[in-house]
């Protein structure tokens, strides 16, 4: 499943709004620490810190949610470079151990998403949130806890961007606990939901595994084999 962290650059970019009520100095001491993100081209652990400093400083604030869930984007992403940059994990992700410094990331990274959903005021961000919980839990490979985040986020909110997404996922957990009914039942929902998204690679896949253990050859062949020429 892929991690679209394009969106909270896009957040960073525009994070000078005004707070209905804040504090001296809050608005900029928040910029600050959108710049260090922007400015971070390697290390933006320094940024991850100051939103976090920024959240337990100004706990009442609008900001605080979106404080902590960048924090966790942050965490996040340096997670997946770790777990990449280790070749024992690529080689094998299913059952080769999360690098170290990898599982502190997603660690960090949990605490910090976790905190964003209780705080945040709107259901976008506490959707968005979840999702990110289920991406994270996937990763960690516990499927019935990436499952049940994924859930809580497209039930929880359907009127969310992110519940496309968050049925994917659902589907993506049920196929890792080979729980075939469940992932069927999930690509359901999304095709009657969001008929465009049965178009994408991550579907396909999807489709083609379900094949497969139809026992359709000639199905999850042609499924399959569409994947190479979508790279």
Not at 98 to 113: G, I, R, S
């Amino acid at each position: 499943m892929k991690c679209l962290f394009a969106a909270v650059a896009a957040f960073l970019a525009s994070a000078a709004y005004a707070a209905p009520t804040e504090e001296p100095g809050e608005a900029v001491i928040f910029r600050a620490a959108a710049a260090m993100y922007k400015e971070g081209k390697q290390d933006k652990a320094g940024a991850a810190e100051a939103f976090r400093r920024f959240a337990d400083r100004f706990s009442r604030s609008p900001r605080a949610a979106d404080a902590l869930f960048s924090a966790g984007e942050i965490d996040f992403e340096r997670a997946l470079a770790l777990s990449d940059a280790d070749p024992a994990y690529v080689r094998d992700r299913l059952n080769a151990r999360v690098p170290d410094a990898a599982a502190k990331a997603l660690k960090d990274a949990e605490e910090a998403y976790t905190a964003a959903s209780k705080k945040a005021s709107d259901d976008a961000l506490r959707a968005t949130a979840l999702y990110r919980l289920g991406e994270l839990a996937y990763n960690q490979r516990d499927w019935a806890k990436a499952a049940l985040r994924f859930k809580e986020a497209a039930d929880g909110y359907p009127k969310s961007y992110a519940v496309p997404a968050a049925l994917l996922g659902t589907v993506y957990s049920a196929l890792a606990k080979e729980d075939f009914a469940a992932a069927e039942s999930g690509l359901s929902a999304l095709a009657a939901g969001y008929p465009e998204r049965m178009k994408d690679a991550e579907v396909a896949f999807v489709e083609g595994v379900l094949a497969l253990h139809k026992k359709d050859y000639a199905r999850a062949e042609k499924l399959l084999a569409s994947l190479e020429t979508q790279k």
